[in-house]
């Protein structure tokens, strides 16, 4: 049993608690562990880097520091807390200043970062730790011609952090064919769903979630697959305001990357979240 | 301190981490406003206020909604071909706006900071409905109501708590957050 | 031994006299042993100065000249003519560099004076040891080679065969040509190419003074300046040279084709057996083993049976051929690559079927090309009736390529004309960010395109997709690009889009450098000798580099540049022998023995190891004089000429002159 330490983030705990739940359920499935790191706290999303850089760098600090005592890798579903922590975690590295303020901080909570571990988001741990051709042959279910838009979104690609191609990446895609669906071809898999914009410039962000829609429905999607819960949110919970705005009839349900996982390895909906969404997601019911 | 330094030099010095090239180095390509998917919601384009930091516009800059509606999607980072960290540049200039409490009347965002910092501070986890009042009365009372509505549905699939996490060590946490920056009073 | 040594302090104007006390210093000089004048003057290099030092070595004796100015690469050449015009051997001279190393170095004028009395004093010590070197004679051997058959190594063949001097031309390719002879017009006064390229490679054909070895590259140099001895492997083209009249039957009666993805970029055809382009030359054809029938299957033999000469003029047995050379320079011209324009997958090409290269396009336009001339999309049929041209792919780019690759912005421009041209009705943009159109009759280029109606949206492209957000772009390509004019992103629907991408340097230029025994740039161009007044020679003495393989740069600048390299060459032949710098290690042979440490150390292979005699020896002519064999030998017994331990430990004692008590010579040899 592969163990990481696992950091579910705020979103996690209420608003997206299907993505928790349907994290552990496959992960589980698939032999891996996802210890939650104890009490950890909240990244700080965006919102501590409008604020103060240092003070943000070391909110993440503190749960990379509780990661560290365990000596497991660190995973974070979510794409905000995953370039955060990924960030925080390689400037520590590379800058002895920083890490000095930051370890003088951290001090206050008799914690101490050194920077050993590495920072994955939890689609990596699928792909990279499990390897598809495992995730092929357990998958007992598989979602035969169900059309699914892999949706990337921003922060999981960008910023760049090696040569990896931060234009065309295909590993989700790649994913999405191991557990037997089928990928939807469109231009906007890369684009911003609008964050956290949803709440401070409203407007923005609703344009931008319709033109992901719009084109995932243009070409025929039956579901889109996230891999962040704001993500899944602005696109799901907020897509009848949407419908409102522009007019338009959007009924496409949104689903994390590992409900639809679960489903294809055979575990039970209502154990991976399924039937708390706000857009139907009946379609799904044929695979039960 | 700072008072011979010009407002490009002081956004300049803001980036603490210097991840990226100086924002000198622009060439005002207009890259970031070709990808920008924010860009009709600005009233100036990423690249504009580039030049406009450059020229030491620093009234224009400030009450500029721009970088308010930047949502760090780092599209302009990975294309811009000066290398310049654009996305940090929009977090500099929010904290500088803060920091001096100068930014355009009415923008959502800088209430919206100010209220998840202090959540933060009282619980250590994010809690929505807190941050809800910074934003809903903004809306017109159409999307208010849309937004009460949505929020009931999310309450009845489970998906809403009405009761805020803590952290236990919540005391130690704002400990280490004061040696940070002296947070002003208790949250 | 007491020798009289004129030391000179310049003033170089205010430049050092502003810190330094040069009279001082000139008195104090004075006073030292050995020295017979010691004179300031404000500005050394003058003639006036000159005939300072000429007039006291006559009149005064001199043995020894110092002039403490600035730096040797300035002025030591200055001097030592002035030396020896006087008289006097120009290797008793030493200058002791009072600018760079110190005037210009500091504001405190006392440390300054100091320092240069340090630095004169220790060329005086020094230069009391030189010995009187004499340059050392190269014959330099009449025939060049040019590596690369384009237009730079075309014209510098040319230049060289019409003085009367013989050049081999190698070119890898099977026809000389380059890619010149892939445009169709060119800019500005869009001439057609291949009419005033053919011209030129009949001459190289014809030529009695240019041996062609082309489908031919080179495999290794040895040797030096006046004597690079070069092996060629000549590849078997299975045709025989001899024999062959060119009539093409050959051609026309292969059954197979293959796309050509050298010649028509992809957009094309050729058969097995071909000729990479009908004004090919030489006119001799080539089989393509990878894709012929016989070579695989043993089948076909079609060009065989139909070859109407007597003997046949297929030979499926023939072989490579090594052909080995002597030369006296070489020149190398191997030309440029295109950036691979899929390493921006946002531009769409690959994934999105009306994106096209540029050279795609050049072939597109020509009319003997895929389409015969007509401007069409991928389907080969539809003319677009909107083009979009996408300038800085991948070049003034941090992720790809820093440097402008000059070019790109003339040949946009190009293709915006040759659509308006073909298309009347069409729709063209060009999206730039700067225009760089600097070349005679360049911008009154720019000119008329605006006047063609063309639509300049000034504006790094973000992205091209097909993704449609209204109506009007749905079935198009959207250019997405921030027009800064304007200050408006704009979503700009378009039937086709053609990318100018970066000029690269070729993939091997770093294997092909070190062949050479040159360098690379950072960027894989190769590097010239000096960036402004030496753009053609390289820092190996004897080889010269010219057109794209050195930087990005166009028709007439690479025919510049092939013609000086040619003229360098010429003046250099035409002397017969040429005087190379003393400046050189050599083996006390006597005393050598035989570790052989210094023969892996030397980085120009300039020693050699006499198995018989069980000693090493320094090939002079090949010697840059660097010093680390010097350096490296166990016993001490390389000499560096101009550099010996005397001379060397001289001067060290001499800028210590105020601290030490009394000489701590080291006993040395």
Redesign the interface.
């Known amino acids: 049993m592969k163990q990481f330490a696992y950091y579910p983030g ?2 996690l ?6 993505y928790d739940q349907s994290a552990l359920e496959s992960a589980k499935a698939l032999d891996i562990e996802l210890k939650e790191i104890i ?4 990244c ?12 943000a760098y ?2 993440v600090a ?1 749960n990379l520091a509780i990661a560290e005592m365990d000596g497991l890798d660190f995973v974070a579903p979510c794409s905000g807390c995953y370039k955060n922590a990924y960030f925080t975690n390689q ?1 520590l590295k590379e ?1 002895p200043d ?1 890490a000095d ?1 930051i370890n ?7 914690l101490h970062l050194e920077g050993k571990l590495s920072v994955k988001h939890l689609i990596e741990v699928f792909i990279d730790d499990v390897g598809l051709e495992s995730i092929k042959e357990k998958v007992n279910h598989p979602l035969k011609d169900l059309r699914v838009a892999a949706y990337y979104g ?2 999981l690609v ?3 952090k090696d040569g990896e ?4 990446p295909q590993f989700f895609e790649d994913l999405i064919s191991a557990i037997g669906a089928e990928n939807v071809n ?3 898999k ?3 769903c ?4 949803i ?7 609703l ?2 979630v319709y ?1 992901l829609l ?2 995932a429905d243009k070409n025929q999607t039956d579901v889109i697959a996230t891999i962040c819960p704001l993500c899944n949110v602005n696109l799901e ?2 897509q ?2 949407v419908n ?1 705005e522009y007019k338009s009839k959007f009924k496409i349900p949104v689903m994390y990357f590992t409900q639809l996982l679960g489903l294809a390895l055979g575990i039970e909906p209502d154990r991976l979240g399924i ?4 857009v139907s997601a009946r379609i799904l019911k044929q695979f039960e | 301190m700072e008072a011979t330094l010009t407002f490009s030099k002081e956004i300049a010095n803001l980036l603490y981490a210097e991840h990226g090239n100086p924002i000198r180095d622009c060439i005002q390509c207009g890259t970031c406003s070709g990808s920008c998917p924010a860009v009709e919601y600005m009233d100036h384009s990423p690249r504009q206020l580039i030049a406009m930091i450059g020229a030491d516009m620093k009234e224009e800059v400030m009450e500029s909604n721009t970088y308010w509606s930047c949502a760090s999607c780092y599209q302009c980072n990975v294309r811009c071909p000066a290398g310049i960290d654009i996305a940090g540049m929009m977090y500099g200039l929010k904290r500088y706006s803060m920091w001096r409490e100068r930014y355009k009347e009415g923008l959502v965002g800088p209430q919206f900071n100010e209220s998840f910092m202090k959540m933060i501070m009282r619980t250590g986890r994010s809690f929505e409905p807190v941050l809800a009042p910074t934003y809903v009365f903004k809306l017109g009372a159409k999307d208010m109501f849309d937004e009460a509505m949505m929020a009931t549905s999310l309450f009845f699939k489970g998906r809403m708590s009405l009761i805020p996490k803590r952290i236990k060590r919540i005391e130690d946490f704002r400990k280490m957050v004061k040696r940070i920056i002296p947070f002003g009073g208790d949250a | 031994m007491t020798e009289k040594v004129g030391v000179y302090i310049c003033h170089c104007g205010t430049n050092i006299a502003k810190t330094v006390d040069v009279v001082d210093v000139a008195t104090w000089a004075g006073e030292q042993p050995n020295v017979e004048i010691a004179r300031e003057y404000k500005f050394m290099c003058s003639s006036l100065g000159q005939d300072l030092i000429e007039e006291d070595i006559k009149e005064k004796g001199l043995t020894r000249v110092v002039v403490a100015s600035c730096s040797p690469h300035m002025h030591e050449k200055t001097f030592r003519t002035a030396c020896e015009r006087g008289g006097l051997n120009p290797f008793f001279f030493e200058m002791a560099n009072i600018r760079e190393h110190d005037s210009w170095t500091t504001d405190d004028k006392e440390a300054a004076t100091q320092k240069a009395k340090a630095l004169t004093f220790a060329a005086v010590e020094r230069v009391i040891h030189h010995q009187p070197l004499e340059p050392i004679p190269v014959d330099i051997n009449s025939n060049t080679l040019v590596v690369g058959g384009g237009i730079a190594g075309i014209s510098a063949a040319l230049e060289l065969a019409d003085a009367g001097y013989h050049v081999y031309l190698v070119e890898r390719e099977p026809s000389i040509g380059g890619h010149m002879a892939q445009l169709d017009k060119t800019f500005p006064t869009l001439d057609c190419s291949a009419c005033i390229l053919t011209p030129k490679m009949v001459d190289v054909g014809q030529h009695p003074n240019i041996t062609l070895l082309t489908y031919s590259e080179v495999e290794a140099v040895e040797g030096y300046l006046g004597t690079y001895t070069v092996t060629v492997r000549k590849k078997a083209r299975y045709v025989d040279e001899e024999h062959c009249t060119g009539c093409g039957i050959c051609i026309e009666k292969c059954p197979f084709k293959v796309i050509d993805n050298v010649f028509e970029a992809g957009l094309g055809e050729r058969k097995v057996i071909y000729r990479p382009f009908p004004q090919s030359v030489p006119k001799y054809p080539v089989i393509d083993t990878e894709n012929c029938v016989y070579f695989q299957r043993g089948k076909c033999k079609a060009c065989q049976l139909f070859c109407p000469t007597e003997p046949n003029s297929i030979d499926f047995e023939q072989e490579d051929q090594i052909i080995q050379m002597e030369v006296g320079n070489i020149i190398l011209a191997t030309g440029y690559d295109l950036f691979d324009v899929g390493k921006i997958p946002q531009y769409g090409y690959g994934k999105l079927a009306n994106v096209f290269t540029s050279l795609e396009f050049e072939r597109m336009v020509n009319a003997s090309g895929p389409t015969d001339g007509k401007i069409v999309m991928r389907d080969m049929e539809t003319p677009p009736k909107s083009v979009a041209i996408v300038h800085c792919v991948g070049s003034r780019d941090e992720n790809y390529h820093k440097y402008c690759s000059k070019v790109c912005c003339m040949y946009s421009l190009k293709f915006a004309h040759l659509v308006h041209e073909r298309i009347p009705e069409a729709e063209v943009y060009n999206c730039y960010i700067d225009m760089r159109t600097p070349g005679k009759g360049y911008e009154e280029f720019y000119d008329r395109l605006l006047e063609e109606g063309t639509h300049f949206i000034r504006g790094k492209v973000a992205e091209i997709t097909d993704v449609a957000r209204i109506p009007q772009e749905e079935g198009k390509l959207v250019v997405q690009v921030a027009d800064t004019l304007i200050g408006k992103q704009r979503r700009i629907p378009v039937d086709m889009v053609i990318l100018s991408p970066a000029m690269e340097a070729k993939p091997d230029s770093r294997e092909v450098s070190q062949l050479f025994k040159m360098g690379c740039d950072f960027d894989g161009f190769f590097v010239e000798r000096h960036p402004k007044l030496d753009p053609v020679a390289t820092m190996t003495e004897g080889i010269y580099v010219v057109g794209a393989c050195q930087g990005p740069k166009d028709v007439p600048e690479s025919v510049a540049q092939g013609a000086a390299a040619a003229a360098r060459v010429a003046s250099l032949i035409s002397r017969g022998t040429v005087m190379m710098e003393p400046v050189r290690a050599s083996i006390n042979q006597e005393e050598c023995s035989g570790c052989r440490i210094c023969n892996n150390m030397c980085p120009y292979n300039a020693i050699i190891f006499h198995e018989d005699r069980q000693v090493s020896e320094v090939i002079t002519a090949l010697c840059q004089g660097c010093g680390t064999c010097v350096a490296a030998c166990p016993s001490g017994i390389i000499t560096g000429a101009h550099f010996t331990n005397d001379q060397l430990f001289s001067q060290i004692e001499g800028i210590l002159w105020d601290v030490r008590t009394e000489s701590e010579l080291v006993p040395g040899d």
């Open positions: 705020c979103s705990e209420s608003l997206s608690v299907s009490d950890w706290n909240c700080g999303a965006t919102s501590y880097f409008h604020a103060d850089e240092l003070l070391t909110l503190r400037y800058d920083l303020h003088y901080a951290l001090e206050a909570d008799n921003c922060q960008r910023p760049r191609n931060v234009e065309d469109y231009g906007n890369m684009r911003c609008g964050g956290s914009l709440m401070t410039n409203r407007a923005a962000a344009d931008m033109q719009l084109d919970a907020y009848s305001q409102q039937g708390k969404e706000l």
